[in-house]
């Protein structure tokens, strides 16, 4: 009696494979490197999680911690609760955080005086910034500041110094028509996250407007912002399309997707997960490019190359321009037993 051979199960199944991949078109991705998550992201995140470790839930936590959806949620789910002001945390000892970008010196006021514990999750970028303002103010300058008017860290750094002191510009159009009290006592700051480009163009307004106005030391733009721009210039040539993965109230993230298509991409767009992608968009693409802002998980990056490889026959290669190894500490609060900084626990000794 004739019996048909079984066919292997393994071989069979990646002949399958193999005729499904001819039948997709191809598509190289080309992956920004460093992208995604910055020391800044990183130790904000880790404030909140190590907070619902040591004091249990709930935690509360001012604005979004960072400008991300999908990190926002995922700490909901721990614990979390997130408001807008500090009059919807309730009277008592639960924590309360900031968020990364930074608040007016009302607001850790205004915690005190209701004997809230809370806890500064701040990028030290950003801190870096009020100082300057601080210091300046202190010596008697005028401050401009260089930034997008409304999103929060630009509030928070004017909500450093009394109204007046601080004047922001978003562009040299502001340059042009702004006057300041004494052209001699003059200086600058930036926000963290803005195009390095468009920046340097205000900078050089400011400069040749007046020739006597002060800078910071060091550039203000964050290291995590000007690497991850420098990354997506060298993607942004060799592609049809460039995607963003981040939050549209993300600045950095925005930023990217300017720098993209300046950079030589012919088209650049944000996503923040992969169901967002415009797949008409992508008839034609041949070769795309990925980055991730400054608050957008690699996991998040992982679910928009994995809907591309459902779709194309795809390639990937990594292309990196600077490795980093920023790291931020914690609150000196939230430190454990044994870490550096952590604070003395008293000891009583027995009788």
Same mark, same amino acid.
């Given at each position: 009696?004739?019996?048909?051979?079984?066919?292997?199960?393994?071989?069979?199944?990646?002949?399958?494979?193999?005729?499904?991949?001819?039948?997709?078109?191809?598509?190289?991705?080309?992956?920004?490197?460093?992208?995604?998550?910055?020391?800044?992201?990183?130790?904000?995140?880790?404030?909140?999680?190590?907070?619902?470790?040591?004091?249990?839930?709930?935690?509360?936590?001012?604005?979004?911690?960072?400008?991300?959806?999908?990190?926002?949620?995922?700490?909901?789910?721990?614990?979390?609760?997130?408001?807008?002001?500090?009059?919807?945390?309730?009277?008592?000892?639960?924590?309360?955080?900031?968020?990364?970008?930074?608040?007016?010196?009302?607001?850790?006021?205004?915690? !005190?005086?209701?004997?809230?514990?809370?806890?500064?999750?701040?990028?030290?970028?950003?801190?870096?910034?009020?100082?300057?303002?601080?210091?300046?103010?202190?010596?008697?300058?005028?401050?401009?500041?260089?930034?997008?008017?409304?999103?929060?860290?630009?509030?928070?750094?004017?909500?450093?110094?009394?109204? #007046?002191?601080?004047?922001?510009?978003?562009?040299?159009?502001?340059?042009?028509?702004?006057?300041?009290?004494?052209?001699?006592?003059?200086?600058?700051?930036?926000?963290?996250?803005?195009?390095?480009?468009?920046?340097?163009?205000?900078?050089?307004?400011?400069?040749? !407007?007046?020739?006597?106005?002060?800078?910071?030391?060091?550039?203000?733009?964050?290291?995590?912002?000007?690497?991850?721009?420098?990354?997506?210039?060298?993607?942004?040539?060799?592609?049809?399309?460039?995607?963003?993965?981040?939050?549209?109230?993300?600045?950095?993230?925005?930023?990217?997707?300017?720098?993209?298509?300046?950079?030589?991409?012919?088209?650049?767009?944000?996503?923040?997960?992969?169901?967002?992608?415009?797949?008409?968009?992508?008839?034609?693409?041949?070769?795309? #490019?990925?980055?991730?802002?400054?608050?957008?998980?690699?996991?998040?990056?992982?679910?928009?190359?994995?809907?591309?490889?459902?779709?194309?026959?795809?390639?990937?290669?990594?292309?990196?321009?600077?490795?980093?190894?920023?790291?931020?500490?914690?609150?000196?609060?939230?430190?454990?037993?044994?870490?550096?900084?952590?604070?003395?626990?008293?000891?009583?000794?027995?009788?």
């Amino acid at each position: 009696m004739y019996r048909q051979r079984e066919p292997d199960a393994p071989a069979y199944y990646q002949r399958i494979a193999n005729i499904m991949t001819e039948q997709l078109p191809d598509l190289k991705i080309y992956l920004a490197a460093p992208r995604g998550f910055c020391a800044g992201v990183v130790r904000a995140i880790d404030i909140v999680e190590r907070a619902l470790e040591l004091h249990g839930k709930p935690v509360y936590v001012r604005h979004e911690i960072v400008h991300n959806k999908y990190v926002v949620e995922d700490l909901k789910q721990k614990g979390a609760i997130f408001v807008e002001e500090l009059d919807e945390v309730p009277d008592g000892d639960r924590p309360v955080i900031f968020s990364a970008h930074g608040v007016p010196k009302s607001v850790p006021e205004a915690a !005190k005086n209701r004997n809230l514990f809370y806890l500064d999750a701040t990028c030290p970028l950003v801190s870096k910034v009020h100082m300057e303002a601080s210091r300046h103010f202190q010596d008697g300058y005028e401050i401009v500041l260089i930034g997008h008017a409304g999103h929060p860290e630009v509030i928070g750094t004017m909500g450093q110094l009394p109204e #007046g002191a601080i004047s922001l510009v978003e562009d040299e159009e502001d340059v042009a028509k702004f006057e300041p009290r004494d052209h001699d006592k003059l200086a600058y700051i930036t926000q963290t996250t803005l195009s390095v480009d468009d920046t340097k163009g205000i900078i050089e307004a400011l400069e040749k !407007k007046f020739p006597n106005i002060h800078g910071p030391h060091k550039e203000d733009i964050c290291y995590a912002t000007t690497n991850r721009q420098e990354s997506v210039k060298s993607v942004a040539p060799h592609c049809d399309m460039v995607l963003v993965v981040g939050a549209p109230n993300s600045s950095n993230s925005q930023r990217l997707v300017e720098v993209a298509k300046t950079a030589g991409s012919k088209q650049s767009m944000l996503v923040q997960r992969a169901a967002e992608i415009n797949w008409d968009a992508m008839a034609g693409v041949k070769m795309l #490019g990925i980055t991730a802002g400054a608050s957008a998980p690699e996991v998040l990056v992982n679910e928009v190359v994995d809907a591309f490889r459902s779709r194309y026959n795809v390639t990937v290669e990594t292309i990196k321009t600077k490795d980093e190894n920023v790291e931020f500490k914690l609150p000196r609060q939230l430190r454990r037993e044994g870490e550096p900084g952590a604070p003395v626990r008293s000891t009583t000794a027995a009788e």
